[in-house]
């Protein structure tokens, strides 16, 4: 008499700075169908090992050492769109949110999550639904409804969108503010200061901060004449 078929574990790579950690989701998920097929202690370590492992699932800090988790997120999205990518972070930074969610994350779970309920929201994201809290998920309907945004206005083109946080950060390093102190002065880690200024550039077609400045003083000063 042939054995009964058994379904096949969904494998998880877990991704996270403190052994601990790793050790809290490897317990939340014995015994839920999901086995952990490789663990990493920083970005690199994560998108090498997603590559090598091939995994269903990757749960992945936002915050590592050696490149953080959303940019692993982001390479890993890029080379391996079958793998869902979920955020499991401290983190409730809604520019951490945002940008995990554009380098491709399906969901964005925080730490304090109930471990029952872990496999239930990996098992949502393999089915096409989204892994976020509630109290997350009404931050983005407020900032998709009511954020207000600036354009500057770009010769030869129709304009650069820039989100409120941009002009913030770029105000506060015109004022001679590190990126540590700009950091520090709004809540977020430097690494969201870096990543902001970089979404700048990139918008504004500039090659470095002092370019950038230079470009927004000459709006001004054109806005200033009407």
Known sequence: MSEPATTASRRVLVADDHVAARAGVRMALEGTGFEICAEAADGP????????????????????????GIEAAAQI???LPGTAIVMLTVSADEDDLFAAIKAGAAGYLLK???PARLSAALEGVLTGEAAIPRRLVSRIVEELSERRRRRVPLLGSGGAE??????????LLRESASTAEVAARLGISQVTVRRHVSSVLHKLRVPDRRTAFALLDRVRGRAARF
Not at 50 to 57: K, N, T
Not at 162 to 171: A, C, F, N, V
């Open 45 to 68: 370590s994560a998108v090498e090992a997603a590559i090598r492992e091939r995994p269903d699932v990757c749960l992945l800090d936002v915050h590592m050492p050696g490149g953080d």
């Open 77 to 79: 999205a890029a080379r």
């Open 112 to 114: 304090d999550v109930d």
């Open 162 to 171: 820039l989100t409120d946080r941009e002009w913030e950060i770029l105000e």
